[in-house]
Every structure is written in C-alpha cells, then in structure tokens.
C-alpha cells in the first residue's frame, strides 16, 4: 500500500510539472488517504503481532 501511495505522489509531481492542477491535487489527496491506512494498518500489525507473542 505503500507503494501506491509512493505512485500517486509522483504522478501528482508529474501532474503538476505540466500544469495540471486539479490532477495533482487529487493525486496527493489519494496519497495521503492511502499513506494514512498504510499508518495505520502497520501501527496494528505491530501490536498484534506483540499481543500473538504473550
């Protein structure tokens, strides 16, 4: 997941090199959305992995 969100930030990079706005705002809107599931799913395999030990 990470590595779409890594995606979306280049293309929104791209997007915004040749003057496309609105693409690239929506390209880091869909990046931050999926950098933040990616926060928040590896913070919770983290802890269960911790709880699965003891």
Not at 39 to 50: D, P, T, Y
């Amino acid at each position: 997941m990470l590595h779409y969100a890594v995606v979306f930030f280049v293309i929104a990079l791209i997007a915004a090199l040749f003057g496309f706005g609105g693409i690239a705002a929506s390209a880091v809107g869909i990046g931050k959305i999926l950098f933040v599931v990616f926060a928040i799913l590896a913070v919770a395999s983290f802890l269960w992995g911790l709880v699965k030990k003891n």
